[in-house]
């Protein structure tokens, strides 16, 4: 099962391998301390909405929402959502990003892709 949730946050009770979908590592933090301050064990910036495309979050979430999903849309991405879509139904792991609220975030989209691959999410 893939859990969606806010990297930082403390990681749920058998939550599993943290997967970051975010363009960008965590600022002012070393890439040791990554897992151990739950942002992520994995880094995934294929995940990641494009720095044109996140610019367009701030303006036109309607707008963003169909960029991403264009981007998503790709053959690479499609692939790696279908990837994932298999392992939720073999493992639990979490996909994350760092947006307080995940309404106007890319990991409600993604979660919505990964449903439509067949993932199983919570």
Same mark, same amino acid.
């Given at each position: 099962?893939? /859990?969606?949730?806010?990297?930082?946050? +403390?990681?749920? %009770?058998?939550?599993? $391998?943290?997967?970051?979908?975010?363009?960008?590592? +965590?600022?002012?933090?070393? %890439?040791? &301390?990554?897992? /151990?301050?739950?942002?992520? &064990?994995?880094?995934?910036?294929?995940?990641?909405?494009?720095?044109?495309?996140?610019?367009?979050?701030?303006?036109?979430? %309607? /707008?963003?929402?169909?960029?991403?999903? /264009?981007?998503?849309?790709?053959?690479?991405? =499609?692939?790696?959502?279908?990837? $994932?879509?298999?392992?939720?139904? =073999?493992?639990?792991?979490?996909?994350?990003?760092?947006?307080?609220?995940?309404? @106007?975030?890319? @990991?409600?989209?993604?979660?919505?892709? $990964?449903?439509?691959?067949?993932?199983?999410?919570?």
């Amino acid at each position: 099962m893939i /859990r969606v949730v806010r990297l930082g946050s +403390p990681r749920a %009770k058998g939550e599993g $391998l943290r997967l970051g979908t975010v363009r960008r590592p +965590p600022r002012g933090v070393k %890439k040791t &301390d990554y897992a /151990r301050l739950d942002y992520y &064990d994995v880094w995934l910036p294929d995940l990641a909405p494009s720095q044109k495309v996140i610019a367009l979050a701030h303006q036109d979430w %309607k /707008r963003f929402t169909r960029a991403y999903q /264009r981007e998503m849309n790709a053959p690479a991405a =499609q692939r790696l959502l279908g990837v $994932l879509a298999a392992l939720s139904r =073999q493992t639990d792991f979490s996909v994350g990003c760092y947006c307080e609220d995940e309404q @106007r975030c890319h @990991r409600s989209i993604l979660r919505q892709l $990964l449903e439509q691959h067949g993932a199983r999410t919570s």
